[in-house]
């Protein structure tokens, strides 16, 4: 989140922020029969808890039927995921448009894995990946077997949504199929001749207008985050809790921040990891994120120069120069890689990226790159897919596209070419091993040719009407740099704990100092002590 990589304004593909894209998930998943005996379906009404508004008593107070969650999956990764026989699915109803409550309906996707200790529940734990597009009813479940032997696990049932447009949820925001985004990824856009500029545009624009012909502009005009935490307050209050409990990895902790906006009082605890800046504008939070990825690629390539084999060579200072060697030719000539694909340079700069975000996946990095030193391009390919959601049989996830309906809709949007160029160039210069050596771009977005308006609110939360809340943030954090922690923190006066490491987000991914920390916070409501510290 931010995004997991924002990538560059106009020319290299979109920056996800997201956790789920790290292969968390992969390795925390749980066995499918973790638990014996599969959910019968059962209808609970625990609802309206806490603050209600007048106008939405009956989206408060809804039922909700849960049963066995393999009719929610929508990938190949969460059918896999959702025969876990611990857990179980429900969907929740929520206006189209909060201002029109008696309209249009929409269905969230919900999972939940149930405390383990009943007797002491404090209540529900809501969690969120990111992206934005990413699904959080396959975080929840692949978190379901790291919680499961702790006290998190025991006190609180552990609940993961989709949130609107995305996954299960219905209807998805639908802008490109399968075979085009096959074919928009084989175009790099590094072509910035006004010529070139020209078709970049023409190619926004028919994205922008594929996405309101196949979603509808009511549904773009409602997909911002600000629509999102007014879900979760319905989704806190069907599941019975008067307050929320909450933990919000990447861009998932801007959903948090805005929550804590808009329902102060109902916040009982929060957890912010891979913290977003509240206040940094969008060319900003690009040039810290490429200085961030870059820092990554350093530690990556000092790392690699250390193996019997590095693709970069055993010289860190020219690892930025041999990438741009390797991955350059890629833009007149993509390699092919079997099935009638090719990898192009967007696709192996997008793998880079992808492998970037935790230290896990640095040595299949550095093999990918090995391959591409031979003409092969698998490896790499392979990542990229990882990162776009693209399965086995070809079919994508729609995150990309959910993607850009939240961030069209959530954020100013830049329009002015001088300005276009300017942050292009800083991009560059943030993040060297990702230039091209076209000169920088002019070209506007998608986002200056989308069919709704803006709709997020400038309004910061009142930390005076919190209870303490805890960012946690990551020194060498490549998509949402450490300074932007510090700057949510101080904006919610939340207690920071810092780790020092090399990747994105931590919270419940092995680290014992952290996870105690955030595990005591969340049951007892006290926070690590100011200064706190942990490392990898």
């Not at 009813?137 to 077997?145: C, D, H, I, Q, S």
């Amino acid at each position: 989140m931010a995004s997991c990589h924002d990538q560059r304004v106009t020319r290299l593909p979109t920056v996800l922020v997201t956790f789920l894209l790290l292969g968390s998930v992969v390795a925390c998943s749980p066995s499918p029969s973790e638990e014996p005996g599969t959910p019968q379906l059962h209808t609970e009404s625990r609802g309206p808890a806490g603050a209600v508004p007048p106008d939405l008593k009956e989206y408060y107070g809804q039922s909700l039927t849960w049963g066995p969650c393999a009719e929610y999956a929508t990938t190949g990764r969460s059918r896999a995921a959702f025969r876990n026989r611990s857990i179980e699915c429900a969907r929740l109803t929520v206006p189209m448009d909060y201002s029109a409550p008696q309209g249009k309906t929409i269905t969230l996707g919900v999972l939940r894995k149930p405390a383990g200790d009943p007797a002491h529940r404090i209540g529900s734990l809501v969690v969120n990946p990111g992206g934005p597009g990413a699904s959080g009813m396959l975080m929840a479940a692949g978190l379901a077997g790291a919680v499961s032997n702790t006290e998190l696990g025991a006190r609180f049932d552990l609940v993961g949504f989709d949130p609107r447009g995305i996954g299960a949820s219905e209807p998805q925001v639908d802008c490109l199929t399968d075979a085009e985004r096959d074919a928009e990824r084989l175009d790099s856009d590094a072509d910035t001749s006004p010529a070139g500029i020209a078709q970049t545009e023409r190619e926004h624009r028919a994205y922008a207008r594929k996405c309101a012909q196949r979603s509808g502009t009511t549904m773009l005009a409602n997909m911002g985050t600000r629509d999102v935490a007014k879900d979760m307050d319905v989704l806190r209050s069907a599941l019975g809790d008067k307050k929320l409990t909450y933990l919000g990895f990447s861009y998932g902790t801007r959903i948090g921040a805005e929550y804590a906006e808009q329902f102060p009082g109902n916040v009982r605890a929060m957890v912010l990891d891979g913290a977003m800046d509240p206040d940094q504008g969008k060319v900003a939070e690009l040039v810290a994120q490429g200085a961030g990825f870059q820092q990554a690629f350093e530690a990556f390539a000092a790392w690699c120069s250390r193996q019997e084999a590095c693709a970069l060579g055993d010289d860190p200072s020219r690892a930025v120069t041999v990438y741009q060697q390797l991955t350059r030719p890629l833009l007149e000539q993509p390699v092919a890689v079997g099935e009638g694909r090719k990898l192009s340079y967007s696709d192996a700069t997008t793998g880079t990226i992808q492998a970037l975000y935790s230290k896990r996946l640095w040595e299949r990095l550095n093999s990918g790159l090995l391959q591409l030193t031979r003409g092969q391009g698998r490896i790499l390919m392979a990542l990229a897919d990882s990162y776009y959601g693209r399965g086995p049989n070809g079919h994508y996830s729609g995150l990309t596209d959910a993607f850009n309906a939240v961030r069209c809709v959530d954020d100013p949007r830049l329009t002015d070419r001088a300005r276009l160029r300017k942050a292009d160039r800083r991009y560059e210069q943030a993040a060297p091993f990702l230039d091209d050596g076209h000169p920088p771009s002019a070209a506007r977005g998608v986002c200056a040719f989308w069919p709704v308006p803006v709709t997020a609110d400038e309004v910061p939360p009142d930390p005076a009407k919190l209870p303490t809340t805890l960012v946690i943030s990551t020194t060498g954090d490549p998509a949402t740099p450490y300074a932007a922690g510090k700057r949510l923190a101080n904006a919610l006066g939340a207690r920071l704990l810092t780790f020092e490491g090399t990747q994105h987000t931590v919270f419940l991914q092995g680290n014992a100092c952290v996870n105690r920390a955030g595990i005591r916070y969340l049951v007892d409501l006290k926070p690590p002590q100011e200064g706190t510290r942990c490392t990898s």
